[in-house]
């Protein structure tokens, strides 16, 4: 929010730019605008560098649509357009829906046979593994440590020093370092739920007074209790986004061409995983 301040009395933004970011600072909670391609923001060379210097993008947040504020922070989602009709997308954590309801284009989903792993994912369920049972169950992370053992492990940043690592959720993306390593990926990464409300948003949806319940769900063939939305479209999406971070994490050990073993602490289907 800083930013945004120091941003205004730069005299770097002009006309409704300023008045966009003059907005945006005076309200807190959800705030939604129209796409507008005439707020493309302009600037000279001195002025860009002296808005580099600062730690928000704020080019961004004036060209965004979606945007979160509270007393803290400001949280935006902008949307980019690609430049072309037809786009193929390779993903191993894809979701049809999710994509429909971002783009609003007609999606086609083709469907790879999928290569059975080499090593080996152990899923192990008996705790939530949020960031709340990690910090008030009692016997949490004793009982991840005794099943770890000498694993290295990926977490939330939080816990690095607790299981002695330095591989956290949201930064191991494209890794190769830990390629043919026992891993053990602890935890259910999730996000401020306003986050999942702002890919909401973007979707076409009206998720301001949407409340995440503990529930019993479906995905990926399996039926399980979590705490997500009421909300069939919103809960899609948070569950795809749960999915994808922990693939991700699971995906650093290379199991389809690498016999080792891959335990993973959350409640939540992991692809190919063995229930324990």
Not at 121 to 145: A, H, P, T, W
Not at 190 to 207: E, T
Request: hydrophobic residues 35%.
């Amino acid at each position: 929010n800083n930013d945004i301040f120091d941003a205004i009395q730069s005299g770097l933004f002009k006309g409704k730019a300023a008045s966009r970011l003059r907005e945006i600072i005076s309200q807190e909670g959800y705030q939604r605008y129209s796409y507008d391609a005439a707020n493309r923001i302009y600037a000279d060379d001195e002025l860009l560098c002296e808005l580099e210097n600062t730690s928000g993008n704020i080019l961004d947040l004036v060209a965004s649509c979606y945007i979160f504020r509270d007393k803290n922070t400001t949280t935006f989602l902008k949307r980019k357009w690609l430049p072309c009709d037809k786009v193929i997308v390779m993903s191993a954590t894809s979701n049809p829906d999710v994509y429909r309801m971002l783009t609003g284009y007609d999606v086609h989903c083709y469907k790879c046979r999928e290569a059975e792993y080499m090593g080996k994912v152990k899923l192990y369920s008996k705790y939530s593994f949020s960031r709340y049972s990690l910090d008030n169950q009692e016997g949490v992370i004793e009982y991840i440590k005794r099943l770890a053992g000498d694993d290295t492990v990926i977490t939330f940043r939080k816990y690095e020093n607790c299981f002695n690592t330095s591989y956290h959720y949201g930064a191991v993306e494209g890794l190769n370092c830990l390629e043919g390593k026992n891993i053990s990926v602890v935890g259910l990464p999730n996000i401020n739920d306003f986050v999942y409300k702002l890919y909401g948003m973007a979707a076409g949806l009206n998720p301001e007074n949407c409340n995440m319940r503990p529930m019993r769900t479906e995905y990926n063939g399996y039926s399980f209790e979590i705490n997500t939305f009421d909300s069939p479209k919103l809960r899609t999406i948070h569950l795809w986004m749960l999915e994808s971070l922990i693939e991700q994490a699971v995906g650093r050990a290379r199991l389809l061409r690498n016999n080792c073993t891959v335990k993973v602490f959350a409640r939540f289907p992991v692809n190919q995983a063995i229930v324990e």
